[in-house]
């Protein structure tokens, strides 16, 4: 109604009933409607009330309560007051979030069998569990390779049965839906796309997992929102990746949001993942910023690993030899057990 607030309350793990009466006894002075769910873990009251009287109480004041949530945010389903446990999605044979961890590995471009072979073998015996690899190109000039298309896709699932890997691969075009979804475990959107919300709704229809980068200018909540877009349309498979968003900074191609990490665990129940090479766009920043998406608690990291750097026909100077990507998979073995979430 016009004039009206929804929030919900979300109460502390270690609130007591009588911190819940509390808060309920001033709804009904100011005449607001209270729905009362007690989960497993927390109490979250559902209020309804005239917006001036419901937002000059300071709700996250109160004994007892951990945060106060407007329930129309738009990134509902996608939001950690929808759900409270971390969401674990099934990519192939590869699980992503509430402590999976996803080291997924893999050239930028497929440009040949040799190539990706080389690359996917050498990250498969490094311990990655999803291969990625693309058949089609955002390029930014429309003179640079654009990818090999379906002989790419076909590429990819001889990796696959040669390697055991599941791969994902990025989609450009609504049209190409029903043909990558043919062949791929996953499908990504990439940064240019994130907020084509066509491209996004149909995503949200189809049945393989969706990775959703952050758009290079998106603030978290656009990326959330873009999430929403497809979770909405029956698609719940959807992980979260932070590649690095626009700002002044020039030394890096763009600067990673490392923060983005704990902000969207708090924000949603989504995996969500690094890619430090799109980011950086520097060989040399890759293992140390992947190093830190561990650290951080991202679900997994994902990598352009080549296996001759200079040879590339996309993004050669951030792409890690298989022995850089060797050692920096010892060194998050290292680090997630000194964490207590071993790999
Ligand atoms: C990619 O992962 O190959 C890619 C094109 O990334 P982004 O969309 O983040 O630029
Ligand atoms: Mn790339």
Same mark, same amino acid.
């Given at each position: 109604?016009?004039?009206?607030?929804?929030? !919900?309350?979300?109460?502390?793990?270690?609130?007591?009933?009588?911190? %819940?009466?509390?808060?309920?006894?001033?709804?009904?002075?100011?005449?607001?409607?209270?729905? %009362?769910?007690?989960?497993?873990?927390?109490?979250?009251?559902?209020? !309804?009330?005239?917006?001036?009287?419901?937002?000059?109480?300071?709700?996250?004041?109160?004994?007892?309560?951990?945060?106060?949530?407007?329930?129309?945010?738009?990134?509902?389903?996608?939001?950690?007051? $929808?759900?409270?446990?971390?969401?674990?999605?099934?990519?192939?044979?590869?699980?992503?979030?509430?402590?999976?961890?996803?080291?997924?590995?893999?050239?930028?471009?497929?440009?040949?069998?040799?190539?990706?072979?080389?690359?996917?073998?050498?990250? *498969?015996?490094?311990?990655?569990?999803?291969?990625?690899?693309?058949?089609?190109?955002?390029?930014?000039?429309?003179?640079? $390779?654009?990818?090999?298309?379906?002989?790419?896709?076909?590429?990819?699932?001889?990796?696959?049965?040669?390697?055991?890997?599941?791969?994902?691969?990025?989609?450009?075009?609504?049209?190409?839906?029903?043909?990558?979804?043919?062949?791929?475990? *996953?499908?990504?959107?990439?940064?240019?796309? *994130?907020?084509?919300?066509?491209?996004?709704?149909?995503?949200?229809?189809?049945?393989?997992?969706?990775?959703?980068?952050?758009?290079?200018?998106?603030?978290?909540?656009?990326?959330?929102?873009?999430?929403?877009?497809?979770?909405?349309?029956?698609?719940?498979?959807?992980?979260?990746?932070?590649?690095?968003?626009?700002?002044?900074?020039?030394?890096?191609?763009?600067?990673?949001?490392?923060?983005?990490?704990?902000?969207?665990?708090?924000?949603?129940?989504?995996?969500?993942?690094?890619?430090?090479?799109?980011?950086?766009?520097?060989?040399?920043?890759?293992?140390?910023?992947?190093?830190?998406?561990?650290?951080?608690?991202?679900?997994?990291? *994902?990598?352009?690993?080549?296996?001759?750097?200079?040879?590339?026909?996309?993004?050669?100077?951030?792409?890690?030899?298989?022995?850089?990507?060797?050692?920096?998979?010892?060194?998050?073995?290292?680090?997630?057990?000194?964490?207590?979430?071993?790999?």
């Amino acid at each position: 109604m016009v004039g009206d607030e929804s929030l !919900i309350i979300v109460m502390r793990a270690e609130a007591t009933s009588d911190d %819940v009466a509390h808060i309920l006894d001033r709804l009904s002075e100011i005449d607001a409607e209270a729905h %009362v769910s007690e989960g497993a873990q927390r109490t979250v009251i559902g209020i !309804i009330g005239d917006r001036i009287r419901v937002q000059q109480l300071p709700w996250e004041a109160f004994p007892g309560v951990e945060r106060a949530v407007p329930v129309l945010k738009p990134f509902k389903f996608v939001s950690r007051e $929808f759900q409270s446990e971390d969401s674990v999605v099934a990519v192939g044979t590869a699980l992503v979030g509430g402590g999976n961890f996803a080291p997924i590995a893999g050239p930028c471009a497929v440009e040949s069998r040799d190539q990706l072979f080389a690359s996917a073998e050498a990250v *498969m015996k490094a311990g990655a569990t999803i291969l990625r690899g693309d058949a089609f190109k955002p390029r930014t000039s429309p003179y640079s $390779f654009q990818g090999l298309g379906e002989e790419g896709l076909e590429l990819l699932a001889a990796a696959r049965e040669e390697f055991g890997l599941p791969f994902q691969v990025e989609i450009l075009d609504p049209r190409d839906i029903d043909l990558v979804v043919a062949y791929a475990d *996953m499908i990504r959107v990439g940064t240019r796309n *994130m907020s084509n919300y066509a491209l996004l709704s149909e995503l949200g229809k189809q049945p393989r997992p969706v990775m959703l980068k952050r758009g290079l200018t998106a603030r978290i909540e656009e990326w959330l929102n873009a999430a929403e877009y497809i979770f909405k349309e029956g698609n719940h498979n959807v992980i979260l990746c932070e590649r690095g968003i626009r700002t002044f900074e020039t030394a890096t191609r763009n600067t990673l949001d490392i923060s983005a990490v704990p902000v969207v665990k708090s924000l949603s129940h989504l995996p969500i993942i690094v890619d430090p090479s799109h980011s950086a766009g520097r060989r040399e920043l890759v293992a140390p910023l992947a190093r830190a998406a561990v650290a951080c608690g991202a679900d997994g990291f *994902m990598v352009d690993v080549h296996p001759s750097p200079e040879t590339a026909l996309v993004d050669g100077p951030q792409a890690i030899l298989p022995a850089e990507y060797e050692a920096l998979m010892d060194d998050v073995r290292a680090l997630a057990d000194a964490m207590g979430t071993p790999i």
